[in-house]
């Protein structure tokens, strides 16, 4: 399949890990919507008291292929996890992120937005005690698992909001978000930065491959967002 070969993910790999490195020093140029939010600030902890197994929760991640994915999507958010526990100190987040998909503190998760950005998005259906263990259990299948910087809705790999998607459709039996061919998605934004993405894919741009992104969960119907502002460090004890 098209970008999948050894060589080509090991020069992908090197492009994404070069862009986590730089992001460290500089915030890549806004590509999209900045991270402007609607409900103010929050300690963390307070935010991860709210929050619920099985909530979506969205961030801004400023690496450049991220926020390039920002704007071919336009939309402020290009990464995604689900909660997966809430009985301890802290919340724990399932994700697929580089470069293998992982359960991991929401300080953390937090930690790696743009000035705090994020936003939680429910179900509006209440879950069942069984259906908040099918979500912990069906992201644990699922870390360990390579990320997909194809992003291919039907590789072997994982990305983040396809991790999303099928959690939620496992335990809960809802699916979220829109599958969209590369060809539907940058039709629909004339605007977004093909340069980048030819040379991503290495001259050729798979127009008919299937993915979903971020930004369709976040817009999806079958989700209602319950928190949209900035989450700030909790103050010292």
């Given amino acids: 399949m098209f970008g999948s070969t050894p060589r080509r993910m090991i020069v992908r790999a090197a ?7 730089a992001s460290l020093h500089t915030l890549a140029a806004p590509a999209a919507a900045g991270p402007q939010s609607g409900q103010g600030s929050v300690p963390i902890g307070a935010l991860g008291s709210e929050l619920k197994v099985g909530d979506a929760v969205f961030v801004r991640v400023t690496a450049r292929p991220f926020m390039e994915v920002s704007a071919a999507t336009q939309s402020w958010s290009n ?13 724990l987040i399932g ?23 994020v936003a939680v998005s429910r179900l509006a259906m209440p879950l069942t005690p069984e259906q908040e263990r099918g979500i912990a259990s ?7 698992i390579f990320y997909d910087t194809g992003f291919n809705l039907h590789s072997g790999r994982q990305f983040c909001s396809r991790f999303v998607r099928e959690v939620l459709q496992e335990a809960a039996g809802v699916v979220v978000g829109e599958v969209e ?16 993405w030819k040379f991503w894919y290495f001259g050729r ?4 491959r299937e993915t979903v992104t971020p930004a369709s969960l976040l817009r999806s119907v079958e989700l209602n967002v319950v928190f949209d502002g900035t989450a700030i460090a909790d103050a010292a004890p």
């Fill in 138 to 144: 069906a992201a644990q299948r699922r870390s360990g």
């Fill in 205 to 208: 741009i798979p127009w008919e």
């Fill in 95 to 117: 994700e697929s992120t580089f470069p293998l998909s992982r359960i991991t503190t929401l300080s953390r998760f937090v930690a790696r937005s743009e000035d705090g950005r």
């Fill in 181 to 196: 061919t590369f060809a539907n998605l940058f039709a629909a934004n004339p605007q977004a930065n093909l340069g980048f």
């Fill in 79 to 91: 990464h995604v996890g689900i909660v997966v526990d809430t009985s301890g100190d802290e919340a």
């Fill in 15 to 21: 492009i994404v890990i070069a862009s986590l490195v």
